[in-house]
């Protein structure tokens, strides 16, 4: 029983165009989401975030998107670099969580062509 | 300035043997969990520690499985008669307090049972 699926295993963008990653969830508990993204050999690094009050959140060319009413969230980077290139997963915290451990999609590989 | 370490950071096992995985969280950093990444699939929550007291263990997937933080800075992960279905690579991460939602992963431990 996934709680949070991200259904696009993969991704392949031009370089300078927009990536969009996204990201659904079934538990309606969740109130705060974060995007991870992770190097091979590398652990997760923290990305952005946003909290179910708001509906969107900018941190220069990263915007995420929340709709919760869909339960769903996107995550858009442009321009979109090679460096981007990365696997990217999205994570969930449910609603008064005192321990705030993180519930995962299984990730998304975005390649980025120059 | 250090970031969250992990070691070893390969460890082959043969079925059966008993295998221990050390984290060293970011110092000062009050919250540490655990999680176990298998192949292609997000990253799963399965304990979480604040300072030395194990608040929550939900996610250990049996009684083999067993984690420590007695001073309440490094922890160290232990699996007992590790089986084939153990290996994955078992990820620490750490954040300042139950209330910060940002956690700090570190590179993980790959754990390949033969």
Known sequence: DQQVKQNSPSLSVQEGRISILNCDYTNSMFDYFLWYKKYPAEGPTFLISISSIKDKNEDGRFTVFLNKSAKHLSLHIVPSQPGDSAVYFCAAIPFNNAGNMLTFGGGTRLMVKP | ?114
Do not use: M
Not at chain 2, 59 to 80: N, Y
Not at chain 2, 85 to 94: G, K
């Open chain 2, 1 to 114: 300035g250090a970031g969250v370490s992990q070691s070893p950071r390969y460890k082959v096992a043969k079925r059966g043997q008993d295998v221990a995985l050390r984290c060293d969280p970011i110092s000062g950093h009050v919250s540490l969990f655990w999680y176990q990444q298998a192949l292609g699939q997000g990253p799963e929550f399965l304990t979480y520690f604040q300072n030395e007291a194990q608040l929550d263990k939900s996610g250990l997937p049996s009684d083999r499985f067993f984690a420590e933080r007695p001073e309440g800075s490094v922890s160290t992960l232990k699996i007992q008669r590790t089986q084939q279905e153990d290996s994955a690579v078992y990820l620490c991460a750490s954040s300042l307090a139950g209330g910060t939602y940002e956690q700090y992963f570190g590179p993980g431990t790959r754990l390949t049972v033969t």
